[in-house]
């Protein structure tokens, strides 16, 4: 027996009769068009993610101004001081004039006269030394010194005061009113409160060749 063939008419309506909102989303096993239905939205996939159009605000930790706080237990360092510049000490001058007769002197006389006042302090013991005794002439307790007269014709009239004091004159000059020679240490305020004399000056230790002090 020879087998039936069923053949199925599909009946398609035209397209000016279809709703649009009845196309089908989907095709399944069936032939007919699928219930309309509202298609919900979904959020687009980004990879495997799920992505949502949400909008978070962003959080940013301040960075702490606040130095490190010291383990517990620990003891914290000590603060450092700045370098403080050291200040050089200043120097005291040799001598400063103080508005006495000594004045007239100069530096180097009054420093002479002040060892000596410190060896008479001291109870004058052994021989006397001063500073100055590499550059001036000393003797003793006596100083080779250049004395001026006020003017030349009181040269004889201070030569013999000078010669009164203990001093050993060895040059006068009647031209420059100088008399020079070995005056004693003590009576140097004496010569230099004279009132005939203009002034005096210490007479420097001359250095020969061979080294040695005259």
Request: no cysteine.
């Amino acid at each position: 027996m020879a087998a039936r063939r069923t053949t199925r008419t599909l009946a398609i309506a035209p397209p000016e009769l279809l709703d649009e909102r009845a196309v089908p989303s989907t095709v399944g096993p069936h032939l007919g068009p699928l219930p309309h239905a509202t298609p919900v939205q979904q959020p687009p996939i980004v990879g495997a993610h799920w992505t949502a159009n949400l909008h978070r605000p962003t959080l940013t930790r301040p960075s702490s101004t606040h130095p490190a706080s010291t383990p517990r237990g620990s003891t914290p360092p000590a603060p450092v001081a700045p370098p403080v510049a050291s200040t050089p000490a200043a120097s005291t001058p040799a001598y400063t004039p103080n508005g006495t007769a000594m004045d007239r002197a100069g530096q180097t006389l009054n420093i002479v006269y002040r060892d000596y006042l410190n060896y008479l302090n001291g109870g004058a013991q052994g021989e006397f030394a001063s500073s100055q005794a590499g550059i001036v002439k000393i003797n003793g307790t006596s100083v080779g010194v250049d004395v001026r007269a006020d003017t030349p014709a009181n040269v004889g009239l201070v030569t013999a005061r000078l010669q009164a004091l203990g001093m050993q004159v060895t040059a006068t000059s009647p031209t420059t009113g100088v008399i020079e020679g070995s005056l004693p240490i003590a009576q140097l305020p004496t010569v230099a409160g004279d009132a005939d004399v203009a002034s005096l000056a210490p007479v420097e230790r001359a250095v020969p060749l061979g080294g040695r002090f005259s």
